[in-house]
């Protein structure tokens, strides 16, 4: 009998137990856990050699599965201890299926991708770009910078077909709103099978199968949302990060993680290049490029050379008497649009029919019982919703408070709300609303493209998951209700995010060789985010985002770590963050904020308490937090979550 140790997707992650004949880490076995049989895998850590004898159980079944690769194993070590979680839980996430070793009657079969050339002709900014891609050898992070419309995809698809000619596995991650039929098709059309695809919405058989396929190595090309990337490959020589700016990389539930700074991880561990690829970089990408660490090709042309749409930045403040959202000059243009058979988008960042119900005789604003935000009003539906916790109710007809009838009053814009805007501006019209309540399936919003495409929608109204991805030949009108959505509020990257929504949302017009025009609603028009919009002048944004940053010694140039307190009841969750702020070590170069109330006070029923940390770059702050906490104490009914490089800022 041999002692192992066995890492188990559970909070106590490693294990002792026994088997009867050295087994090789990485090793899948089934053990006793408790009262239940756990999968887990073989670690390479030492076995806890003071660990009682008499309590350590035999290995059940060592399953018949290829052992999880070494990369793959350092790469979880290192995603636990960068992001400050435990072993198991991000063993958890590369073992997200059940009867893990179970063989399907039927699997799946993925094909060979065929790998003879491209049939493009490339342009010679292409080709450049295609040389230097498929001349990466080892660990090389390249940033592809293209505009929209460059031929990006086209470009890493070489780099895709390069690997695979070397036998290596290829993983191409997406945020998951854009891996859509569009993306199939198109890597279908240059590989002639279809990818293994990896998302939330698969069934737990095809999602066994196309685990098993990556571990053996029979998914050759794997496309997913960002927990793709803890599949256990067999070989992974390259990876992808579309759209690598998107801000749906950070992952905010269970283990908080950046996937596309894990994936650079990830290449990194394996000795692989990596290809971050986007339209718009974010800051972090940007400076490492400025620093020399990720080198970079452009593609600075559009392929179907249209004519860029010309940008309007419109004053809405100088329009006080104007009654509803659209302003003069965007309905002007619209109704041109519609004269010439031509579409409009419509872009507005709120869902339902409007963010605030407000009783006109009190004041009482409708909020939600567990979170600290205000009810939206769905009026199509009858139900004012929470968008954190999906608490729903009926449209009011009393005001809770003073007994009013009949008093409420809907504040603010909602898409719901704008159509209604539109369909009395513009009764005749064909108008479609597309938001995540209207759309839920993959199948409906493809339906929405098609319509669109064969020209039996004259106006589109949504929320972001309009902003990318599909290009409209007809659309010639791009009108942004309001730019300002995104700036209010202390986020890091409110500017950013901003600026790549609009930057996204902006090129959406005039993509053939019709000529566009995009319409910006501000109130603020003399903020630099607005005017570099307005210029399109992508430089003249990031240096100055850069600068400021800079001088404030916020990422990437200092670091931030988050640690959120919650619980049910209010005093325990103030008291912990207090306790452990006493604790909190005095160190040059690092700064402790707090603990004060999260901006989000309320979220799902619990209390919440923040402290901020921000040190200078080369501090090691995963180190000095976990020593720290480590020697704190922390009851059961207070949940401390930490978040390194936060994102959300609630
Ligand atoms: P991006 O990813 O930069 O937005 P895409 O790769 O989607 O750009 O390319 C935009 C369009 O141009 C696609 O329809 C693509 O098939 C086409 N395209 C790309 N490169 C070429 C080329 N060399 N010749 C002709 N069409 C191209
Ligand atoms: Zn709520």
Redesign the pocket.
């Known amino acids: 009998m041999q002692k192992i140790s066995v890492l188990l997707p559970k909070p106590f992650s490693i294990c002792t137990y026994f088997a009867p004949e050295k087994l090789e880490p990485g090793t899948f076995v089934k053990v006793p856990f408790g009262k239940q049989i756990c999968v887990g895998v073989v670690w390479d850590t030492p076995v806890q050699e003071d660990f009682p004898q008499e309590k350590i159980k035999p290995v059940q079944t060592v399953l018949n599965l290829p052992i999880m690769p070494q990369v793959h194993r350092s790469f979880i070590n290192w995603v636990a201890s960068y992001n400050l979680c435990s072993l198991g839980a991000v063993l958890k996430m590369a073992l997200p299926i059940d009867d893990i070793d179970k063989k399907s009657k039927k699997p799946l079969v993925f094909d060979k991708p065929d790998l003879s050339p491209s049939s ?4 010679n900014q ?1 080709k450049k770009a295609v040389d230097v891609l498929t001349h990466a050898v080892g660990f090389q992070v390249t940033l592809l910078d ?10 890493y698809f070489e780099a895709v077909a390069e690997a695979l000619r070397q036998n290596h596995q290829v993983l191409v991650l997406l945020p998951e709103i854009t891996l859509t039929s569009a993306w199939l098709s ?1 890597f279908q059309q240059r590989f002639k099978v279809k990818p293994a695809c990896w998302h939330c919405g698969l069934t737990p058989k095809v999602r066994r199968d196309t685990w098993q396929a990556a571990l053996s190595g029979q998914a050759r090309v794997i496309v997913g949302a960002r927990s793709a990337l803890f599949l256990p490959y067999a070989d992974l020589g390259l990876i992808v990060v579309d759209e690598e700016h998107d801000s749906s990389y950070k992952q905010e539930d269970g283990v908080v993680y950046q996937a596309r700074d894990m994936a650079v991880v990830r290449s990194f561990l394996g000795r692989v290049p990596i290809v971050l ?1 986007s ?1 718009t970089p974010s800051v972090e990408t940007y400076c490492n490029v400025l620093e020399g660490r990720y080198q970079t090709v452009q ?1 600075p042309e559009r ?2 050379q249209a004519s860029l749409p010309e940008r309007h930045v419109i004053d809405m403040r100088s329009k006080e008497k104007q009654k509803g959202y659209l302003s003069p000059l965007l309905i002007e243009a619209m109704q041109k649009a519609i004269e010439n058979h031509e579409q409009t988008l419509l872009f507005l960042n709120r869902r339902g029919y409007a963010p605030m119900l407000l009783c006109k005789a009190c004041g009482e604003k409708i909020k939600c019982p567990n979170c600290s935000v205000l009810l939206t009003e769905h009026r199509k539906k009858g139900i004012m919703k929470c968008h954190h916790c999906d608490f729903t109710i009926h449209i009011p007809t009393v005001c809770p408070v003073c007994g009013e009838k009949n008093s409420f009053i809907s504040c603010g814009p909602g898409v719901e709300k704008l159509e209604e805007e539109v369909s009395r501006l513009f009764p005749n019209a064909r108008i479609e609303v597309v938001t995540s309540d209207t759309v839920s399936k993959p199948e409906q919003f493809e339906k929405i493209i098609n319509r669109l495409m064969n020209n039996e929608t004259d106006i589109l109204i949504g929320t972001q998951m309009l902003a990318k991805g599909h ?1 409209f030949p007809n659309l010639t009108v791009v009108g942004v209700i309001d730019a300002d959505f995104g700036l209010a509020g202390g986020d890091l990257r409110a500017s950013e995010r901003t600026f790549q929504l609009l930057q996204q949302v902006s090129g959406r017009a005039g993509r053939s060789y019709k000529k566009g025009n995009t319409y910006i609603q501000t109130y603020s028009p003399e903020n630099g985010v607005i005017k570099a919009i307005q210029e399109n002048n992508r430089n003249a944004f990031m240096s100055a985002e850069i600068e400021a940053r800079r001088l404030l010694k916020m990422p990437p140039f200092g670091r931030l770590a988050c640690i959120v307190f919650s619980g049910k009841k209010e005093e325990r969750v103030q008291k912990t963050a207090l306790t452990v702020m006493e604790k909190a070590p005095f160190l040059k170069g690092v700064e402790f904020l707090g603990p004060v109330q999260a901006p989000l006070y309320q979220l799902r029923g619990k209390y919440r308490y923040r402290i901020l940390i921000k040190s200078d770059k080369k501090t090691p702050l995963q180190k000095i937090i976990r020593s720290w906490l480590d020697a704190c104490r922390f009851p059961s009914d207070v949940s401390v979550k930490v978040d390194i490089d936060p994102y959300s800022f609630l």
Not at 120 to 123: A, D, G, R, Y
């Open positions: 493009f002709t490339f342009s292409q293209g505009v929209t419309g460059s031929g990006k995809t086209e470009v198109r690829a339209a593609l392929i179907v290009h």
